[in-house]
């Protein structure tokens, strides 16, 4: 590090791409560090024989998954007598957030082959990851399980869920979802929107929007990027300027996003001259 900063600061000019690589080689020399007292820590536990402690397990495999360490949180794992439901949600998490889909999926029938009983925390993690395999199979079994375990009350879950069945389009299944939950938050809405951008469905998606201005739900970008892609669809530009008109006044109109699909939104209906 001492001499790649040397060179850095002796380089007559220095562009984006210099800077960009000597905080990117100050990161990794920090990181590094980190991850040092971190191995140091888990050598004192295994020295101290406390490597069974459920606590302490948990916390090493969080601090390898915020590490980017997914081999090194599977060892604690692995390692561990009788791993109560916490390490489970906290390994399988650890491998969702990692984009190790698949192997969060295989951990999760293991835990329930084994007869560990998932937590609301354990469901949620797997059906994100649900959410982009495309299994309708795992899917259902997801939903029955949290129904048998009355989690669907608790609103995080209901909305994982309902984004689980609409990103794979199972739209009728996730507008069931939808009113059994007993709350919704924009959160909840905007997953309802997702599966209405397109085809027949898009006049729905805008009855969707005006029933939740009713509900006070205040929209956010997202909301609002849903709406104008239905009218998009639709070609109304009619609708879409009274869309328009809500982002105005709720100050959004600097989004990029929004910028974005406002502008196909007009130039869809050949209102080019709003467009521009």
């Known amino acids: 590090m001492y001499l790649a900063e040397k060179v850095f600061f002796n380089l007559p000019e220095k562009d984006a791409f210099c800077r960009n690589t000597i905080l990117d080689l100050r990161?990794?020399?920090?990181?590094?560090?980190?991850?040092?007292?971190?191995?140091?820590?888990?050598?004192?536990?295994?020295?101290?024989?406390?490597?069974?402690?459920?606590?302490?397990?948990?916390?090493?495999?969080?601090?390898?998954?915020?590490?980017?360490?997914?081999?090194?949180?599977?060892?604690?794992?692995?390692?561990?007598?009788?791993?109560?439901?916490?390490?489970?949600?906290?390994?399988?998490?650890?491998?969702?957030?990692?984009?190790?889909s698949t192997e969060a999926v295989e951990l999760f029938r293991t835990m329930e082959s084994v007869g560990a009983k998932a937590n609301h925390c354990t469901l949620v993690s797997v059906a994100s990851v649900a959410s982009e395999l495309g299994d309708l199979a795992l899917c259902a079994s997801l939903h029955a399980n949290i129904l048998k375990n009355r989690f669907e009350t608790r609103i995080e879950v209901g909305n994982v869920i309902l984004n689980m069945y609409m990103k794979n389009v199972a739209v009728g299944d996730g507008c069931i979802m939808f009113d059994t939950m007993l709350d919704h938050d924009t959160v909840s809405w905007n997953c309802l929107f997702s599966g209405f951008h397109c085809g027949n469905a898009c006049d729905k998606g805008l009855r969707i929007f005006r029933h939740m201005l009713t509900k006070n739900i205040v929209p956010n970008s997202y909301t609002y990027i849903s709406v104008l892609r239905s009218c998009t669809s639709l070609r109304d530009s009619t609708c879409g300027s009274r869309v328009h008109a809500h982002i105005l006044k709720n100050d959004l109109a600097s989004d990029s996003f929004i910028g974005i699909a406002m502008v196909d939104m007009y130039a869809s209906s050949g209102n080019l001259e709003n467009a521009i």
């Open 27 to 100: 990161f990794r020399q920090q990181l590094y560090g980190v991850v040092r007292r971190g191995l140091s820590v888990h050598c004192f536990v295994i020295k101290s024989g406390l490597e069974q402690d459920g606590f302490l397990s948990s916390s090493l495999v969080d601090m390898y998954s915020k590490y980017g360490l997914a081999m090194e949180a599977h060892k604690v794992f692995i390692s561990t007598i009788d791993p109560d439901i916490v390490i489970w949600s906290v390994i399988i998490s650890c491998f969702t957030q990692l984009g190790l």
